[in-house]
């Protein structure tokens, strides 16, 4: 299993640009999150979904669009970047089991808007 | 609204010391907690959840209902520990982050 995968690892990008941070999970999980982690203030909920075809806001989810066509794959997408959007982006999926609740984390990706 | 508080934003201690990274939370419920680490420049990982009780890397945390707390703890801090830690915790409503502790291992 290659877990949680997110691309691209770093990104710099202009004020208005817009751009996807891809993110794809090959361990059949429903439910899949997108956070922003900026120094001070730890992680923060963007966007969540809890299965295919089903997303939400969560605490920060102005300027940031999400989609969950498939099961594996959860686009995060910045419409109009700005430069308080810069943060490291991790994207995460998680399961309920016998054991309880397990999340799993992306590598990140580093994005810079100027 | 449901909140986890970890009141230390950086936490300097010497190698072998004893360490103790807090953190409360707020709901009324049984929750659900965890504790995650993240090495310098790396992803996050998930350290213990208090539903197995288990101790990673010499780390136990013991979940306190009266203090409503669940405090992270190694008897005997080593270099290699120094990163960021995350509390998390939470119930049905959904699950939040604290704002995380700089742990750092002083030689």
Redesign the interface.
């Known amino acids: 299993n290659a877990g949680v995968t997110q691309t691209p690892k770093f990104q710099v990008l202009k004020t208005g640009q817009s751009m996807t941070l891809q993110c794809a999970q090959d361990m059949n999980h429903e439910y899949m999150s997108w956070?922003r982690q900026d120094p001070?203030?730890?992680?923060?909920?963007i966007h969540y979904s809890v299965g295919a075809g089903i997303t939400d806001q969560g605490?920060v989810p102005n300027g940031y669009n999400v989609s969950r066509s498939t099961t594996e794959d959860f686009p995060l997408r910045l419409l109009s970047a700005a430069p308080s959007q810069t943060s490291v982006y991790?994207c995460?999926s998680s399961y309920f089991g016998t054991?309880?609740?397990?999340?799993?984390?992306?590598?990140?990706t580093r994005l810079t808007v100027t | 609204a449901q909140r986890v508080t970890?009141p230390e934003?950086l936490l300097s201690v010497f190698k072998g010391a004893p360490v103790e990274l807090k953190c409360n939370y707020s709901y009324s419920g049984s929750p659900?907690l965890?504790w995650?680490v993240q090495y310098s420049r790396?992803?996050?990982?998930?350290l213990l959840?208090h539903?197995?009780r288990e101790s990673i890397k010499g780390f136990t945390a013991d979940l306190n209902k009266g203090e409503t707390s669940f405090h992270l703890k190694k008897p005997f801090a080593q270099e290699e520990d120094s990163a960021m830690y995350?509390c998390?915790g939470g119930g049905a409503d959904g699950?939040?982050?604290?704002?995380?502790t700089h742990l750092i291992i002083q030689p």
């Open positions: 956070y001070g203030m730890g992680l923060r909920l605490e991790f995460a054991s309880g609740y397990e999340q799993y984390f992306g590598p990140g | 970890q934003k659900e965890f995650y790396q992803r996050l990982q998930l959840r539903i197995s995350y998390e699950l939040t982050f604290g704002k995380g």
